[in-house]
Protein backbone atom coordinates (compact mmCIF):
# COMPACT_ATOMS: atom_id res chain seq x y z
CA UNK A 1 0.00 0.00 0.00
CA UNK A 2 1.40 3.24 -0.96
CA UNK A 3 -0.18 5.06 2.60
CA UNK A 4 -0.14 4.18 5.86
CA UNK A 5 -2.75 5.93 7.83
CA UNK A 6 -1.61 7.14 11.44
CA UNK A 7 -4.30 7.79 14.34
CA UNK A 8 -3.88 9.83 18.01
CA UNK A 9 -5.85 10.21 20.74
CA UNK A 10 -4.49 13.03 22.83
CA UNK A 11 -6.57 12.74 26.05
CA UNK A 12 -6.48 15.05 29.22
CA UNK A 13 -9.14 14.70 32.00
CA UNK A 14 -11.83 13.46 29.92
CA UNK A 15 -12.94 9.84 29.70
CA UNK A 16 -12.45 8.53 25.75
CA UNK A 17 -16.26 7.22 25.20
CA UNK A 18 -18.58 9.03 27.11
CA UNK A 19 -16.35 12.39 27.77
CA UNK A 20 -18.68 12.47 30.97
CA UNK A 21 -20.01 15.65 29.30
CA UNK A 22 -22.32 17.53 31.47
CA UNK A 23 -21.07 16.81 35.21
CA UNK A 24 -17.36 17.42 34.53
CA UNK A 25 -15.48 20.55 35.75
CA UNK A 26 -12.52 21.73 37.86
CA UNK A 27 -13.58 24.83 40.09
CA UNK A 28 -11.96 28.24 39.72
CA UNK A 29 -14.03 30.62 41.07
CA UNK A 30 -11.52 31.83 43.99
CA UNK A 31 -14.81 32.53 46.47
CA UNK A 32 -15.83 29.06 46.32
CA UNK A 33 -15.62 26.65 49.28
CA UNK A 34 -14.26 23.76 47.00
CA UNK A 35 -11.80 26.36 44.93
CA UNK A 36 -9.32 23.84 42.58
CA UNK A 37 -10.95 20.94 43.14
CA UNK A 38 -12.11 18.47 39.90
CA UNK A 39 -14.59 16.37 39.57
CA UNK A 40 -15.43 13.36 37.49
CA UNK A 41 -12.39 13.00 35.92
CA UNK A 42 -11.49 10.19 34.44
CA UNK A 43 -8.72 7.86 36.11
CA UNK A 44 -5.51 7.95 34.82
CA UNK A 45 -5.87 11.08 32.63
CA UNK A 46 -5.46 14.38 34.03
CA UNK A 47 -7.02 17.74 33.09
CA UNK A 48 -4.98 20.91 33.51
CA UNK A 49 -4.76 24.25 36.02
CA UNK A 50 -3.13 26.71 35.88
CA UNK A 51 -2.06 28.36 39.03
CA UNK A 52 0.85 30.13 39.56
CA UNK A 53 0.31 31.68 43.55
CA UNK A 54 2.98 29.42 44.93
CA UNK A 55 2.62 30.99 48.20
CA UNK A 56 -0.64 30.11 48.89
CA UNK A 57 -0.52 26.70 47.64
CA UNK A 58 3.37 25.85 48.14
CA UNK A 59 4.73 22.61 46.02
CA UNK A 60 7.12 20.94 48.93
CA UNK A 61 10.18 18.29 47.37
CA UNK A 62 8.65 16.11 49.96
CA UNK A 63 4.71 16.45 50.35
CA UNK A 64 4.15 17.38 46.95
CA UNK A 65 2.04 20.18 45.22
CA UNK A 66 -1.09 21.53 47.61
CA UNK A 67 -3.25 22.63 44.94
CA UNK A 68 -6.17 20.92 45.47
CA UNK A 69 -6.76 19.21 42.29
CA UNK A 70 -2.91 18.30 41.93
CA UNK A 71 -2.98 17.32 45.60
CA UNK A 72 -5.73 14.48 44.69
CA UNK A 73 -4.22 13.64 41.92
CA UNK A 74 -7.06 15.14 39.27
CA UNK A 75 -5.32 17.33 37.85
CA UNK A 76 -1.70 18.71 36.66
CA UNK A 77 -0.96 22.48 37.58
CA UNK A 78 1.00 24.75 36.26
CA UNK A 79 2.86 27.43 37.89
CA UNK A 80 3.78 29.47 35.64
CA UNK A 81 1.43 31.03 33.08
CA UNK A 82 2.21 30.58 28.96
CA UNK A 83 0.48 32.07 25.80
CA UNK A 84 1.05 28.61 24.02
CA UNK A 85 1.41 25.81 25.88
CA UNK A 86 2.57 22.10 24.03
CA UNK A 87 0.87 19.56 25.70
CA UNK A 88 1.80 16.69 23.34
CA UNK A 89 4.09 15.67 20.40
CA UNK A 90 2.01 13.61 18.04
CA UNK A 91 4.36 12.85 15.40
CA UNK A 92 8.28 13.95 14.66
CA UNK A 93 9.38 12.21 11.53
CA UNK A 94 12.92 12.92 10.33
CA UNK A 95 13.08 13.46 6.58
CA UNK A 96 9.84 12.71 5.81
CA UNK A 97 6.33 14.55 5.66
CA UNK A 98 3.13 13.48 6.51
CA UNK A 99 -0.80 14.59 5.36
CA UNK A 100 -2.88 15.69 8.41
CA UNK A 101 -6.11 15.12 6.78
CA UNK A 102 -8.49 15.11 9.64
CA UNK A 103 -9.02 16.32 13.43
CA UNK A 104 -11.81 16.13 15.78
CA UNK A 105 -11.88 18.35 19.19
CA UNK A 106 -13.36 18.49 21.86
CA UNK A 107 -12.26 20.86 24.53
CA UNK A 108 -13.67 22.15 28.39
CA UNK A 109 -12.56 25.18 29.42
CA UNK A 110 -13.20 27.70 32.29
CA UNK A 111 -13.13 30.45 30.08
CA UNK A 112 -15.88 31.67 27.35
CA UNK A 113 -14.19 30.38 24.59
CA UNK A 114 -14.14 31.54 20.99
CA UNK A 115 -17.85 33.27 21.48
CA UNK A 116 -16.43 35.78 23.88
CA UNK A 117 -16.21 39.39 22.07
CA UNK A 118 -12.83 39.53 24.26
CA UNK A 119 -10.14 38.34 22.34
CA UNK A 120 -8.32 37.99 25.71
CA UNK A 121 -10.21 35.34 27.37
CA UNK A 122 -10.27 33.16 24.19
CA UNK A 123 -8.68 29.27 25.14
CA UNK A 124 -8.57 26.54 22.97
CA UNK A 125 -6.53 23.52 22.40
CA UNK A 126 -5.55 22.59 18.77
CA UNK A 127 -3.16 20.54 16.67
CA UNK A 128 0.05 22.91 15.31
CA UNK A 129 3.24 22.19 12.72
CA UNK A 130 6.00 22.97 13.21
CA UNK A 131 6.33 26.37 11.70
CA UNK A 132 3.02 27.13 13.35
CA UNK A 133 1.67 28.08 10.15
CA UNK A 134 -1.51 26.86 10.91
CA UNK A 135 -1.18 27.50 14.57
CA UNK A 136 -4.69 27.71 16.08
CA UNK A 137 -5.88 28.01 12.55
CA UNK A 138 -8.95 25.40 14.06
CA UNK A 139 -9.84 27.44 16.80
CA UNK A 140 -9.26 30.68 16.04
CA UNK A 141 -10.19 33.17 13.21
CA UNK A 142 -13.53 33.08 15.01
CA UNK A 143 -14.62 36.30 15.58
CA UNK A 144 -17.66 37.75 16.82
CA UNK A 145 -17.41 39.97 13.33
CA UNK A 146 -17.39 37.77 11.73
CA UNK A 147 -19.77 34.80 13.35
CA UNK A 148 -21.96 35.23 16.12
CA UNK A 149 -24.11 32.34 15.70
CA UNK A 150 -23.00 28.41 16.27
CA UNK A 151 -22.40 25.93 15.01
CA UNK A 152 -20.08 27.90 12.84
CA UNK A 153 -18.70 26.25 9.54
CA UNK A 154 -15.46 28.10 8.22
CA UNK A 155 -15.73 27.41 4.47
CA UNK A 156 -11.80 28.51 3.69
CA UNK A 157 -10.49 26.36 6.63
CA UNK A 158 -13.23 23.98 6.14
CA UNK A 159 -14.33 23.40 9.73
CA UNK A 160 -16.97 23.28 11.50
CA UNK A 161 -17.32 24.59 15.60
CA UNK A 162 -19.74 24.13 17.79
CA UNK A 163 -19.47 25.85 20.50
CA UNK A 164 -21.34 25.25 23.77
CA UNK A 165 -23.35 22.56 22.32
CA UNK A 166 -24.82 22.25 26.00
CA UNK A 167 -23.85 23.46 29.37
CA UNK A 168 -21.74 22.39 32.28
CA UNK A 169 -21.67 23.81 35.64
CA UNK A 170 -19.02 26.25 34.56
CA UNK A 171 -16.93 27.58 31.67
CA UNK A 172 -17.80 26.27 28.18
CA UNK A 173 -17.62 23.74 25.60
CA UNK A 174 -15.84 23.82 22.07
CA UNK A 175 -16.39 20.79 19.57
CA UNK A 176 -14.30 21.60 16.36
CA UNK A 177 -14.25 18.85 13.19
CA UNK A 178 -12.04 19.43 10.48
CA UNK A 179 -11.02 17.81 7.27
CA UNK A 180 -8.69 19.15 5.04
CA UNK A 181 -4.92 19.07 4.11
CA UNK A 182 -1.57 20.04 6.11
CA UNK A 183 1.77 18.83 4.75
CA UNK A 184 3.94 18.52 8.07
CA UNK A 185 7.04 16.55 9.15
CA UNK A 186 6.49 17.48 13.09
CA UNK A 187 2.89 17.75 14.68
CA UNK A 188 2.25 19.42 18.42
CA UNK A 189 -1.01 18.97 20.30
CA UNK A 190 -1.48 22.40 22.84
CA UNK A 191 -3.48 24.83 24.21
CA UNK A 192 -3.36 28.78 23.42
CA UNK A 193 -3.88 29.79 27.44
CA UNK A 194 -2.98 33.60 26.35
CA UNK A 195 -0.90 33.90 29.82
CA UNK A 196 -4.40 33.61 32.07
CA UNK A 197 -3.73 32.30 35.13
CA UNK A 198 -6.46 30.72 37.25
CA UNK A 199 -7.52 28.79 33.99
CA UNK A 200 -8.88 24.77 33.71
CA UNK A 201 -9.08 22.93 30.90
CA UNK A 202 -9.73 19.32 29.54
CA UNK A 203 -9.74 18.29 25.93
CA UNK A 204 -9.99 15.16 23.51
CA UNK A 205 -8.44 15.58 20.31
CA UNK A 206 -8.41 12.80 17.94
CA UNK A 207 -6.03 13.28 14.80
CA UNK A 208 -5.22 11.23 11.65
CA UNK A 209 -2.50 11.70 9.14
CA UNK A 210 -1.01 9.63 6.48
CA UNK A 211 2.12 8.99 5.75
CA UNK A 212 4.35 6.80 3.07
CA UNK A 213 4.35 3.27 3.43
CA UNK A 214 7.17 2.44 5.37
CA UNK A 215 8.80 -0.06 7.99
CA UNK A 216 7.61 0.85 10.89
CA UNK A 217 8.78 0.21 14.66
CA UNK A 218 6.36 -0.28 16.97
CA UNK A 219 7.38 0.95 20.52
CA UNK A 220 5.68 3.20 23.20
CA UNK A 221 7.90 6.15 24.09
CA UNK A 222 8.69 9.14 25.70
CA UNK A 223 9.21 12.10 23.18
CA UNK A 224 11.44 13.82 25.79
CA UNK A 225 13.27 11.43 26.93
CA UNK A 226 13.53 7.85 24.99
CA UNK A 227 13.45 9.74 21.40
CA UNK A 228 14.83 13.32 21.02
CA UNK A 229 17.97 12.39 23.12
CA UNK A 230 19.09 9.59 20.65
CA UNK A 231 20.14 10.73 17.23
CA UNK A 232 20.31 7.11 16.62
CA UNK A 233 16.71 6.51 16.58
CA UNK A 234 16.00 9.71 14.80
CA UNK A 235 17.79 8.53 12.31
CA UNK A 236 16.22 5.46 12.36
CA UNK A 237 12.62 6.06 12.22
CA UNK A 238 10.12 8.65 13.22
CA UNK A 239 8.22 9.35 16.96
CA UNK A 240 4.53 8.70 16.85
CA UNK A 241 2.72 9.50 19.96
CA UNK A 242 0.54 6.09 19.50
CA UNK A 243 3.60 3.75 19.49
CA UNK A 244 2.60 2.17 16.48
CA UNK A 245 2.95 4.76 13.11
CA UNK A 246 6.74 5.83 13.50
CA UNK A 247 8.16 4.76 9.67
CA UNK A 248 11.67 4.40 8.96
CA UNK A 249 13.79 3.49 5.44
CA UNK A 250 15.07 0.08 6.63
CA UNK A 251 14.03 -2.60 8.75
CA UNK A 252 17.30 -3.88 9.31
CA UNK A 253 18.36 -0.76 10.58
CA UNK A 254 15.37 -0.15 12.77
CA UNK A 255 16.35 -3.37 14.49
CA UNK A 256 19.83 -3.12 15.16
CA UNK A 257 19.34 0.34 16.74
CA UNK A 258 16.59 -0.71 19.17
CA UNK A 259 18.59 -4.14 20.32
CA UNK A 260 21.90 -1.09 20.88
CA UNK A 261 19.59 0.71 22.93
CA UNK A 262 16.44 -1.01 23.87
CA UNK A 263 18.01 -4.20 24.86
CA UNK A 264 15.83 -4.97 27.97
CA UNK A 265 12.17 -3.65 26.42
CA UNK A 266 9.93 -4.96 24.48
CA UNK A 267 9.57 -3.82 21.09
CA UNK A 268 8.30 -5.22 17.21
CA UNK A 269 9.34 -4.08 13.50
CA UNK A 270 7.04 -4.53 10.92
CA UNK A 271 8.81 -4.67 7.38
CA UNK A 272 6.47 -3.66 5.16
CA UNK A 273 8.53 -5.53 2.22
CA UNK A 274 8.27 -8.85 3.30
CA UNK A 275 5.25 -8.16 5.32
CA UNK A 276 7.06 -9.81 8.14
CA UNK A 277 6.22 -8.23 12.11
CA UNK A 278 9.54 -8.63 13.87
CA UNK A 279 9.42 -9.20 17.68
CA UNK A 280 11.64 -8.69 20.77
CA UNK A 281 10.85 -9.54 23.90
CA UNK A 282 7.27 -10.65 22.45
CA UNK A 283 5.87 -13.93 21.40
CA UNK A 284 2.33 -13.44 19.31
CA UNK A 285 0.31 -13.52 22.82
CA UNK A 286 1.00 -10.19 23.20
CA UNK A 287 0.08 -8.58 20.21
CA UNK A 288 -2.96 -6.91 20.40
CA UNK A 289 -5.73 -8.37 17.49
CA UNK A 290 -6.04 -4.69 16.43
CA UNK A 291 -2.33 -4.51 15.51
CA UNK A 292 -2.46 -7.63 13.76
CA UNK A 293 -5.70 -6.31 11.35
CA UNK A 294 -3.65 -3.33 10.74
CA UNK A 295 -0.42 -4.53 9.72
CA UNK A 296 -1.93 -7.36 8.18
CA UNK A 297 1.24 -9.49 8.50
CA UNK A 298 2.14 -12.74 6.43
CA UNK A 299 4.72 -13.79 9.16
CA UNK A 300 5.93 -12.87 12.71
CA UNK A 301 9.32 -13.75 13.88
CA UNK A 302 10.43 -14.20 17.43
CA UNK A 303 13.64 -12.48 17.63
CA UNK A 304 13.87 -13.02 21.44
CA UNK A 305 11.47 -14.95 23.89
CA UNK A 306 10.08 -12.20 26.77
CA UNK A 307 12.15 -13.14 29.80
CA UNK A 308 10.07 -11.07 32.16
CA UNK A 309 6.53 -11.60 31.00
CA UNK A 310 6.35 -8.07 32.65
CA UNK A 311 7.89 -6.27 29.73
CA UNK A 312 5.91 -7.63 27.14
CA UNK A 313 2.63 -6.48 29.21
CA UNK A 314 4.31 -3.32 29.67
CA UNK A 315 4.01 -2.96 25.89
CA UNK A 316 1.03 -4.54 25.46
CA UNK A 317 -0.85 -2.22 27.78
CA UNK A 318 0.76 0.40 26.67
CA UNK A 319 -0.09 0.36 23.27
CA UNK A 320 -3.52 -0.45 23.61
CA UNK A 321 -3.90 2.64 26.06
CA UNK A 322 -2.28 5.31 23.32
CA UNK A 323 -4.50 3.87 20.91
CA UNK A 324 -7.50 4.04 22.79
CA UNK A 325 -8.00 0.18 23.25
CA UNK A 326 -8.70 -2.06 26.39
CA UNK A 327 -8.48 -5.06 25.83
CA UNK A 328 -8.21 -7.98 28.20
CA UNK A 329 -4.43 -7.75 29.13
CA UNK A 330 -2.92 -11.32 29.05
CA UNK A 331 -2.40 -12.89 31.93
CA UNK A 332 1.16 -12.65 33.74
CA UNK A 333 2.62 -16.19 35.44
CA UNK B 1 -30.40 -77.75 29.63
CA UNK B 2 -27.37 -76.01 29.14
CA UNK B 3 -27.16 -72.73 30.92
CA UNK B 4 -25.80 -70.43 28.54
CA UNK B 5 -24.37 -68.37 31.48
CA UNK B 6 -20.64 -67.05 30.87
CA UNK B 7 -18.42 -68.49 32.67
CA UNK B 8 -16.23 -66.21 34.54
CA UNK B 9 -12.60 -65.97 33.13
CA UNK B 10 -10.72 -66.54 35.91
CA UNK B 11 -8.78 -62.70 37.08
CA UNK B 12 -5.39 -62.18 35.58
CA UNK B 13 -3.10 -59.50 36.54
CA UNK B 14 -4.13 -56.27 37.72
CA UNK B 15 -4.01 -53.98 34.81
CA UNK B 16 -1.29 -50.91 35.44
CA UNK B 17 -1.72 -47.66 33.89
CA UNK B 18 -0.34 -47.13 30.43
CA UNK B 19 2.73 -45.25 30.25
CA UNK B 20 2.49 -41.90 27.67
CA UNK B 21 3.45 -42.66 24.55
CA UNK B 22 7.26 -42.52 24.39
CA UNK B 23 6.70 -41.07 20.41
CA UNK B 24 5.40 -37.35 19.93
CA UNK B 25 2.87 -36.55 18.52
CA UNK B 26 2.57 -36.57 14.75
CA UNK B 27 3.50 -33.47 13.29
CA UNK B 28 1.30 -31.83 10.83
CA UNK B 29 2.27 -30.61 7.79
CA UNK B 30 1.29 -27.79 5.30
CA UNK B 31 2.41 -26.17 2.44
CA UNK B 32 2.71 -22.37 2.95
CA UNK B 33 3.78 -19.69 0.05
CA UNK B 34 7.09 -18.43 1.13
CA UNK B 35 9.61 -16.40 -0.88
CA UNK B 36 7.82 -17.02 -3.94
CA UNK B 37 7.40 -20.19 -3.98
CA UNK B 38 5.98 -23.33 -2.30
CA UNK B 39 7.69 -25.08 0.99
CA UNK B 40 6.38 -28.06 3.04
CA UNK B 41 6.69 -27.05 6.88
CA UNK B 42 6.19 -29.47 10.01
CA UNK B 43 4.52 -26.95 12.14
CA UNK B 44 3.71 -27.39 16.03
CA UNK B 45 0.69 -25.52 16.34
CA UNK B 46 -1.97 -22.86 15.21
CA UNK B 47 -2.52 -19.18 16.39
CA UNK B 48 -5.64 -17.08 15.48
CA UNK B 49 -4.66 -13.35 15.86
CA UNK B 50 -7.19 -10.86 14.80
CA UNK B 51 -8.88 -11.65 11.44
CA UNK B 52 -5.61 -14.04 10.29
CA UNK B 53 -4.21 -17.25 11.27
CA UNK B 54 -1.33 -18.35 11.21
CA UNK B 55 1.36 -21.87 11.49
CA UNK B 56 3.82 -21.81 13.91
CA UNK B 57 7.31 -23.73 12.97
CA UNK B 58 11.15 -22.87 13.05
CA UNK B 59 12.20 -21.62 10.33
CA UNK B 60 15.36 -21.92 8.08
CA UNK B 61 16.81 -19.28 9.79
CA UNK B 62 16.15 -20.67 13.33
CA UNK B 63 13.69 -18.64 14.67
CA UNK B 64 10.42 -19.17 16.22
CA UNK B 65 7.99 -18.26 13.32
CA UNK B 66 4.14 -17.61 12.57
CA UNK B 67 3.01 -17.73 8.99
CA UNK B 68 -0.18 -16.65 7.85
CA UNK B 69 -2.03 -20.14 7.56
CA UNK B 70 -2.58 -21.45 3.82
CA UNK B 71 -6.06 -22.84 4.93
Known amino acids: MPFNTGMAYNI ?5 ITFTPTNWYCQSNT ?6 KCYNTSAGEKARFVQTDTTTWPIDPTTGDSFPCAKDGTCIRYTSTAFNRTLATVFSYPNKQAIVYRMVLRSHTSLPGISDPSPVKLLGVAVYNAVQDYQYTFVSGVHTYESITYPYYDPVFNYKIYYKPYSIPAGSVVVIRWLGNVFTSILYFGAYENGQNNIWYAAIGQV ?10 VIPLNYEKDYIMYQELRGAFG ?16 IRVLRELFPNRAWAVFDDRQYTLYLYNLTPDYVPDWLIDKLSPT ?23 RNGYNQTPVETV | MSSNRPVPSPPGPPKLPQPPSATPPIKKKV ?41
Open chain 1, 12 to 16: YGMDL
Open chain 1, 31 to 36: SASDYG
Open chain 1, 208 to 217: YWFYESSPIS
Open chain 1, 239 to 254: FSINGVDQPGWNADDM
Open chain 1, 299 to 321: AMKVLKAPSDASVAKYWLDELNR
Open chain 2, 31 to 71: RIRKDGKWADVDIDGEVVKGRFKYVKFIDDDGLETYWISPE
